[in-house]
């Protein structure tokens, strides 16, 4: 016992002790918990961006490549939910466009490569026909999507492989 205290206030003294040690205990506990979700968060956003237009062109840039070629949907011709539910109706699909991306064209050309070349495809992804009612013959509706290439050449070509 310390000089000048009471069993009871060195009691006291102590549990207080205690509980500070326990609650910098679960602080230390929380801050690394807090540290871990944020490096994890980090990780997936690092992840989500090498898995991008932008992060693959960095990628491929940074391997010395000469062209880098993107794929981006540029629309999508399908049937709406309820002609799924109900039957085919005979209407045409619907089209469904995206956005432009114009944003990530700039975007790749920023980290060093230049446009050399755009083309573009219908990818038909499927197709429902059915029979003309009092008619010989079948309505069919193409389903699919439309995707531009894009290749880029890297903007100093002189730089060494």
């Not at 102590?14 to 968060?41: F, L, P, V």
């Not at 540029?74 to 995206?98: F, I, Q």
Request: aromatic share 6%; hydrophobic share 35%.
């Amino acid at each position: 016992m310390a000089f000048g205290r009471t069993a009871d206030s060195q009691k006291e003294a102590e549990r207080s002790e205690r509980d500070r040690q326990k609650a910098d205990d679960r602080a230390g506990r929380d801050r690394q918990k807090t540290d871990d979700k944020a490096a994890k968060e980090r990780a997936a956003a690092e992840e989500a961006f090498l898995r991008s237009p932008v992060g693959r062109a960095t990628a491929a840039r940074a391997e010395g490549a000469g062209f880098f070629h993107v794929e981006l949907e540029m629309s999508e011709v399908g049937r709406s939910n309820l002609d799924l539910l109900v039957g085919y109706t005979g209407a045409p699909g619907l089209e469904r466009k995206r956005p432009g991306h114009g944003d990530v064209l700039a975007q790749v050309e920023d980290v060093g490569w230049r446009l050399e070349h755009v083309g573009y495809v219908y990818v038909e992804t499927g197709q429902v026909s059915r029979d003309k009612l009092l008619s010989s013959g079948q309505q069919v509706a193409t389903l699919g999507k439309t995707v531009g290439h894009f290749l880029f050449r890297r903007a100093d070509p002189a730089s060494p492989r």
